[in-house]
């Protein structure tokens, strides 16, 4: 079996997820003696996580150490917090008399008091020893914030995590699994995965009944995030054919995946909608050369021709493949016209599999399912829409967060049937033939 | 298998979902003795043996229809018979992708209760994973397991225990090795005292996710505070809001047509009127003395001559039958949710836990 098990660990030469306490996130490569930049948080040599399970979380140390920490990053009230900092939320407790019990006292003067100027900051940072540099800033900020004893101790709790959260050198190391690289991309630049969720990445690949050993004919516009997705469910068994609508696939994202190239090779084919659609057009003609010819080549000749070959292999083996059909599931995430693009790829699809599409928008698969209601080749045409709505998750606090992240996309889900005869609307012939039937009882 | 893998023909033997509509999926097993009784007819099993999956099937008498579908653990979801609420594919897919499970994963589900995630388990888990699902409720526990066998699932991937996991904890004898779970998933009345008994058995290598499904907020609070103190970190509970769409096709009926119509209306009453005139200037009041033929005649007569002729402007189609659609209007796209939509399944809660260094160094 070809099987590979998903990493667990930091190793080299792979892409991994570094969380900050600012809740930013950040794509590292594990180079061997490469040192990462993590702006104000600072500076750590790679060679320090390697080894180190993913969800490990790490302080930086002066001269790029890092020392491993227990806990996750932003969790005050972690049993494993650093001790002068539960001290300090200890304390704050005790303050309850002083706290307000409401914030109905706070009068909010102005920023000047509740922040320090960038340029204490800086000062603070050179005249700290590394490692304590936010816990400093913290202290400075609890004395020259006028309105602290005034707030409630919960924002208070929060008011300190926050400062926490910005100051603290601190990571975590985590596996960049589909999930995360989808994050990545949504934080960056949400058009580039046309804006979806990753609940709407998960129902994908459940409705498209993903697993190993299948083969996919996709469409990916997110530049390769959905066909890393793909691949991590499969995990070395099975094939995708992509079909792209450039010269050349889009596979950007890929370089960040976490399968070798030798496994992205062999098992993502890829073929343009030119080729697929016509294939008999656009097979490459190709005639090996004798051996002989082969050794009479200057070098440079040799290697072009070597290359000519492979690209020839690759395209008819592509045809061939898009050729034979019969795939075991359609997903489409495009911002080509979808109704009429399933229309013209259903026949590849083989019988019982499922067919998913992909739309931010809802518009273009409301058209898709109403052509598809009369698509006998469809069975059970569905528009679905999955939102996950998060909550601010703190015992006796518990309530929806106030705002959400918007958009997220659709999915269109239907089942690729074959019709016992064309044209024939199953019902309406059944009742025409019911009354003949009737009558032919009646009559004899 | 039926959930694992792929099929291209229907052969004896094989678990085959009938689907007769979408609320009606009848899941059977191939046996060429037996028929399938629908109420849109008879189909035997044998003339079933040797179709493609995907094929739709005639009744014997030819009227009624069904097709042939491979079961896949999101039809089966839609198809199970129910013993309990299950969890359906919008949770079950978010939580699979959140936890991270994928081929090879080593999942702890309890309870089993109808098997619905169960089987979209296995499948992600496949033949390289595992999933350990344990139910306390005897007969349930035997409906289950006698599920995963027929279906092929028994063993590899899936071990089910008849255990109480709250009182007794998650370790198992039916099963060769350690559990080393690397997800759990906990989908029964109090999840708080089933998290106690997790530490045996998760892997202490690699970064563990747990999610509990409760569908009230008191029980998400007591899950707090135990994943709190058995150490879990990262917790945030969420809820999935998933709607299903219905697309039609409206109309597009302009007001300035609208506007024509009224007018055409108008213009065609005033006409009306205006052979009514015509006709008395011509033909003057009926007289008493007029004999009843007299009087029929001239009625007929009057019907005739003042008569508006049926109008040609019909913008919107009244009177008529028109199909969604039809070429000779014009008409948008458009799309409601569905008739009864689930607003709240169950609140999802996830945390997770980091490997135990002692283990790493
Ligand atoms: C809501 S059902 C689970 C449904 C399942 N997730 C599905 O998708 O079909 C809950 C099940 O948990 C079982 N259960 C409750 N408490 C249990 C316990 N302490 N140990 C084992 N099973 C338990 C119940 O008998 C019930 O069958």
């Not at chain 2, 009087?295 to 508006?308: D, G, I, S, Y």
Request: proline content about 4%.
């Amino acid at each position: 079996m070809t099987f590979i098990k998903r990493q667990t660990t930091v190793q080299y030469h792979q892409f991994c997820l570094i969380r900050l306490p600012s809740e930013g996130i950040k794509i590292v490569e594990i180079r061997p003696q490469g040192i990462v930049k993590l702006g104000k948080f600072g500076t750590f040599a790679v060679d320090q996580i390697v080894g180190f399970p993913y969800g490990q979380s790490f302080e930086i140390l002066d001269d790029n150490n890092v020392r491993p920490i227990q806990g996750s990053l932003v969790e005050l009230e972690d049993d494993e917090q650093d001790d002068s900092l539960k001290e300090k939320i200890q304390y704050l407790r005790q303050l309850d008399v002083e706290s307000s019990e409401t914030n109905r006292d706070l009068v909010d003067i102005g920023n000047a008091t509740q922040e320090l100027t960038q340029e204490e900051i800086e000062t603070l940072k050179k005249t700290s020893n590394g490692a304590n540099i936010g816990e400093a800033i913290i202290d400075k900020l609890i004395k020259s914030h006028v309105n602290f004893s005034q707030k409630t101790k919960h924002s208070q709790e929060k008011y300190l995590r926050r400062k926490q959260q910005k100051f603290l050198r601190r990571f975590t190391v985590d596996l960049l699994g589909p999930s995360q690289l989808l994050q990545y991309f949504l934080e960056k630049d949400p058009t580039k995965v046309l804006d979806m969720s990753e609940e709407s990445m998960g129902l994908l690949l459940s409705l498209a009944n993903v697993q190993p050993g299948g083969r996919y004919l996709v469409i990916d516009e997110t530049g390769g995030v959905i066909v890393n997705a793909l691949l991590d469910r499969m995990r070395g068994s099975g094939e995708l054919l992509v079909v792209h609508e450039n010269e050349h696939p889009n596979h950007s994202a890929l370089k960040y995946s976490n399968f070798e190239p030798s496994v992205i090779d062999r098992m993502v084919k890829t073929i343009n909608l030119l080729q697929f659609f016509e294939p008999e057009d656009e097979r490459v003609q190709w005639n090996d050369l004798s051996q002989q010819e082969i050794e009479e080549m200057k070098s440079s000749k040799k290697a072009h021709y070597y290359r000519r070959r492979d690209n020839a292999i690759q395209i008819n083996d592509a045809i061939d493949n898009a050729v034979k059909g019969d795939f075991d599931a359609l997903i489409i995430v495009s911002t080509l016209y979808t109704p009429t693009l399933v229309k013209k790829m259903i026949a590849k699809v083989g019988g019982s599999r499922p067919i998913v599409v992909y739309s931010q928008y809802k518009e273009p698969l409301v058209e898709t399912q109403v052509e598809s209601m009369q698509n006998l080749e469809l069975l059970a045409p569905t528009l679905h829409e999955t939102r996950c709505r998060p909550y601010q998750t703190i015992i006796g606090r518990l309530h929806p967060l106030m705002t959400m992240k918007g958009g997220g996309g659709y999915l269109f889900h239907a089942i690729r049937v074959f019709p016992l005869q064309e044209g024939v609307q199953a019902v309406g012939r059944g009742i025409k033939k019911r009354k003949i039937d009737d009558q032919q009882s009646v009559d004899s | 298998m039926s959930f694992i893998g792929y099929k291209d023909t229907i052969g004896e033997g094989d678990l085959v979902l009938a689907f007769l509509g979408r609320d009606a999926i009848k899941p059977i097993v191939i046996n060429k003795e037996e028929t399938l009784n629908t109420r849109f007819g008879s189909f035997p099993h044998a003339q079933m043996i040797g179709l493609k999956y995907g094929t739709q099937m005639a009744s014997i008498k030819g009227y009624g229809f069904i097709h042939l579908l491979q079961p896949s653990a999101e039809l089966w979801t839609l198809s199970l018979p129910h013993r309990t609420q299950i969890v359906y594919t919008p949770d079950s897919s978010y939580i699979t992708q959140r936890l991270g499970i994928t081929a090879g994963s080593r999942v702890i589900e309890a309870g089993t209760g109808s098997a619905s995630f169960s089987h979209a388990l296995a499948r992600t888990v496949s033949a390289e994973g595992h999933l350990f699902t344990y139910e306390f409720h005897e007969p349930r526990f035997l409906e289950a397991k006698k599920e995963f066998e027929e279906h092929g699932l028994l063993g590899t991937p899936v071990t089910i225990n008849h255990r109480d996991v709250c009182k007794d904890g998650f370790e198992i004898s039916n099963y060769d090795g350690d559990v080393k779970a690397t997800s759990v998933f906990l989908d029964l009345p109090a999840p708080w005292e089933a998290i106690a008994h997790l530490s045996q058995v998760i892997s202490q290598d690699e970064k563990v996710g747990i999610c509990c499904f409760s569908p009230c907020i008191e029980q998400v609070s007591k899950t707090l505070d135990a994943l709190k103190e058995y150490g879990w970190t990262s917790v945030q509970m969420v809820e999935i809001q998933a709607r299903r769409w219905e697309a039609r096709q409206q109309m597009v009926r302009q007001v300035d047509d609208a506007v024509l119509r009224l007018k055409d209306v108008k213009r065609r009453k005033l006409e009306g009127i205006e052979r009514k005139r015509r006709f008395y200037a011509e033909h003057g009041q009926p007289r008493d003395e007029d004999s009843e033929q007299e009087v029929e005649k001239r009625k007929e007569l009057e019907k005739e001559e003042t008569k508006v002729d049926r109008t040609e402007f019909n913008p919107f189609g009244r009177g008529l039958r028109i199909k969604d659609g039809d070429e000779a209007f014009n008409w948008i796209k458009v799309s409601k949710t569905e008739a009864e939509v689930k607003s709240h399944t169950s609140y999802l809660t996830f945390a997770f836990k980091q490997a135990t260094p002692s283990s790493t160094t």
